[in-house]
């Protein structure tokens, strides 16, 4: 039987894609951070603080996903703040203002959220905008759109259902909220590992040009990776709208940079081709697990600030040196 045989486009990237290499530095990291914060504080190894962090990362967790396919590919979304705001207030509109059921409102959510990659990816792909500018582009688009729905004001008036299964826990463990983000955590996981579509990426990331001559399609798969991420984003927004029993224009500023902070700590080149999304995960439980034991140590929010900040820092330093020592 004849063996098919892969692309030199894809062949060396399959090894990084199914390796968990790249994220044993984050992964210490981790390990490290929880170790410090056990013994600084008394209330953070406990069940109950586990769940609040899980809590707390739902809406990180599941931008940071789409941010992770878009680093892949060398290309960067500051937008996705601004799409997570857009996407909330097109749910509230349509469920509260609107009257319409919350599935359709939902439904309207994402595809609002998902035109903004598209458009996006278009202009990256078509009028060969650099993917800083384009995506800067959109963030001021979707946050003035989202702000022309309510001409500013809040959304209040959810069902008391949607609320709820953001705070219940469902077998003691689970909200709704944490379950949709470990669903798209399997799902982009598996993806990347057991799919050609999750290898294009890598070729992509590591060398378009190559990747183009071996018969990808860049310009497609570029298009689809920034629509995906949007979504990605609008389905951060439903679930916090849940959370927040709420939706108001000004949601999910500089969000766009905690999804870049923990897909850079969990060892993703921002130059693309290299990293994942376990890597990812690391990376959104150090920022969780960061921010939660600074409030235990009641650090002024400032300070936390200055602090992930320098985290960021040392984790582009760590990868600087890594790619200069091979």
């Not at 967790?61 to 857009?86: E, H, K």
């Not at 319409?100 to 996006?120: E, K, N, Y």
């Not at 219940?168 to 955590?185: D, E, K």
């Amino acid at each position: 039987m004849a063996m098919t045989q892969e692309s030199p486009a894809q062949k060396p990237r399959l090894s990084e894609v199914v390796s968990l290499s790249g994220a044993t530095g984050p992964l210490i990291g981790l390990v490290l951070l929880c170790i410090f914060l056990t013994f600084a504080t008394d209330s953070f190894l406990s069940f109950r603080n586990f769940l609040n962090i899980l809590d707390q990362i739902t809406v990180l967790g599941i931008m940071a996903v789409g941010m992770t396919f878009v680093i892949l590919i060398g290309g960067i979304d500051l937008s996705v703040g601004s799409v997570l705001a857009l996407a909330m207030m097109v749910l509230g509109y349509l469920n509260v203002e609107a009257g319409m059921p919350m599935i359709v409102a939902i439904a309207g959510a994402l595809a609002a959220a998902a035109v903004c990659g598209i458009v996006s990816g278009l202009m990256i792909t078509e009028f060969k905008v650099p993917a800083f500018i384009a995506t800067l582009a959109m963030m001021s688009v979707a946050r003035g759109l989202a702000n022309m729905i309510t001409n500013g004001s809040q959304i209040i008036g959810f069902a008391p259902w949607f609320n709820m299964s953001a705070i219940i826990r469902y077998g003691g463990f689970l909200t709704m909220t944490v379950a949709v983000m470990l669903v798209v955590f399997a799902v982009a996981i598996l993806f990347l590992r057991y799919r050609q579509g999750g290898r294009v990426l890598y070729a992509i990331g590591g060398n378009a040009e190559v990747a183009r001559l071996a018969g990808i399609n860049v310009r497609r798969t570029t298009i689809l990776v920034y629509t995906s991420c949007a979504a990605l984003a609008g389905l951060a927004g439903v679930l916090l709208a849940a959370r927040l029993d709420s939706v108001q224009p000004s949601s999910g500023v500089s969000y766009e940079l905690d999804a870049i902070a923990a897909v850079v700590i969990g060892g993703t080149s921002l130059s693309g081709g290299s990293g994942g999304v376990v890597g990812t995960i690391i990376g959104v439980l150090i920022i969780g697990v960061l921010r939660n034991g600074l409030n235990l140590l009641s650090v002024s929010p400032f300070l936390q600030a200055v602090i992930i900040g320098a985290v960021i820092v040392l984790a582009v330093a760590a990868e600087t040196f890594k790619h200069r020592s091979r």
